[in-house]
């Protein structure tokens, strides 16, 4: 007798109904020194995250590397205690101090138990109001940094993301930024202060604070941040150019004789996240090449062999953005998985998307969408990301609502739009004799 509880693994579950989701906006409130203070209150754990986010990003620098540097160099110390102090006490307490840079902001994060934010929040006030900015832990940071690029840069993978950041959004714009190994001998101390007191002011940040948070926690927030870190705002002149008015086109090779594999990019400058034709953007983007059962993997891995893995992504910046799709191919495919790639890319503006294929990505954004908002924490890197892109909350769920109801004509014709064969970049990186 057959066991009816066997699952059947030839038939694909039932679709279930899609769960309606609301987003509402954060409260806020201000602090004594004017940051203002998001909150999402959510769940069970004694666990609060509180990220105070800085339009610092490396597109304001007048150097390569001092946002980065000026970002890390936070939890190196403070005027009154040394590197080694910090991070002894930061450990005590079971804590942890994440700094991150992106072309638009600088953001120092800080996890916590509850129960220990008395005594945390001191010494992350210390680190605004008396950073230390020592010489030999800039030195330190940048031998580290200089030895991680130099191995990178031997990479094809490597060389190819930087070379169509800059392809994109041109060489010499704030976005464009290429890093060089001569960099890092260009910056000192001064620089870092210099860029620290231009930008990390209280009328240039705000705070988000996340998790299962505490009645005492404004309060400390206003005490240890809100009176103590004060700091006024430097005159800032510089006319800063984020893209270029006329990015690249046509077809770019780099050569390195060594290399066993050949990294390729091919991608445009794309529209805004505020653009109402992004949401079916984002949709063409998955069924190109946004998921492991992609055209783009069928193609290049299963059916041809050439690759291990195959994406197409859709990068968004505050002022600039970009659809690239990236590859690794063995040096002798390389002609071949380009062509298949440009193939795969016009087939979306010539051939509507099929019924069934469109259902299946469509289920795997909504799962997606279902997984990126699960848990405070979750909530908070997605808030992060709208706020920055200067989008309210509820941009997600209308950005789901408008991918599930897309047509496949639609998107046909967001294709034509905007994934126009003869605007793209096509750059190889490894071997190749010509394009």
């Not at 201000?30 to 909150?39: A, E, S, Y």
């Not at 809100?226 to 700091?231: A, D, Y």
């Not at 390729?264 to 794309?270: C, D, E, Q, S, Y």
């Not at 090449?289 to 195959?310: A, D, P």
Request: hydrophobic share 40%; proline share 4%.
């Amino acid at each position: 007798m057959k066991d009816s509880n066997i699952p059947t693994r030839h038939t694909a579950p039932l679709t279930s109904e899609h769960i309606k989701m609301t987003l509402e906006e954060p409260p806020l409130w201000k602090l004594d020194n004017g940051m203002v203070v998001r909150q999402i209150h959510a769940g069970q754990e004694e666990v609060t995250r509180i990220d105070f986010v800085f339009n610092a990003g490396s597109a304001f620098q007048s150097k390569r590397l001092i946002a980065l540097a000026a970002n890390r160099l936070l939890r190196e110390g403070t005027l009154t205690k040394t590197s080694f102090q910090f991070a002894s006490l930061i450990d005590y307490y079971g804590a942890y101090i994440e700094t991150s840079v992106t072309k638009d902001t600088g953001t120092v994060t800080l996890y916590s138990l509850n129960k220990h934010l008395p005594f945390l929040l001191p010494l992350i006030g210390e680190i605004f109001s008396e950073p230390a900015f020592r010489e030999e832990e800039l030195a330190t940071y940048l031998n580290k940094q200089k030895q991680e690029f130099l191995i990178n840069n031997a990479k094809v993978k490597y060389r190819a993301s930087t070379g169509f950041n800059s392809l994109v959004f041109g060489e010499h714009s704030a976005y464009g930024q290429k890093l060089e190994v001569d960099d890092f001998e260009r910056i000192n101390i001064q620089d870092v202060v210099s860029f620290f007191k231009r930008f990390y002011y209280p009328g240039n940040g705000w705070i988000l604070v996340s998790g299962n948070i505490s009645p005492e926690l404004p309060e400390m927030l206003n005490t240890y941040i809100g009176q103590r870190f004060v700091s006024e705002q430097i005159k800032l002149t510089d006319d800063i150019v984020f893209a270029a008015e006329h990015p690249a086109k046509g077809d770019f090779f780099e050569l390195q004789p060594d290399a066993l594999q050949s990294a390729i990019r091919v991608g445009l400058p794309a529209i805004a996240k505020n653009h109402p034709d992004y949401h079916y953007l984002k949709l063409l983007n998955t069924v190109l090449g946004g998921y492991f059962g992609s055209r783009l993997m069928s193609n290049l891995r299963e059916e041809k062999g050439f690759t291990y893995g195959v994406s197409s992504y859709l990068v968004n910046y505050r002022h600039a953005g970009f659809f690239s799709v990236a590859t690794e191919v063995n040096a002798m495919h390389t002609e071949a998985a380009l062509g298949e790639i440009c193939h795969e890319i016009s087939r979306l503006a010539v051939e509507p998307i099929g019924e069934e294929e469109l259902h299946l990505v469509k289920n795997y954004l909504y799962g997606t969408f279902l997984r990126s908002f699960d848990g405070p924490f979750s909530l908070a890197d997605r808030f992060i990301a709208a706020n920055d892109n200067d989008l309210p909350f509820g941009y997600y769920h209308q950005s789901l609502k408008t991918m599930l109801l897309a047509k496949p004509m639609q998107l046909m014709e967001v294709a034509n739009r905007y994934l126009a064969a003869n605007n793209m970049i096509r750059l190889v990186v490894g071997k190749k004799e010509k394009l």
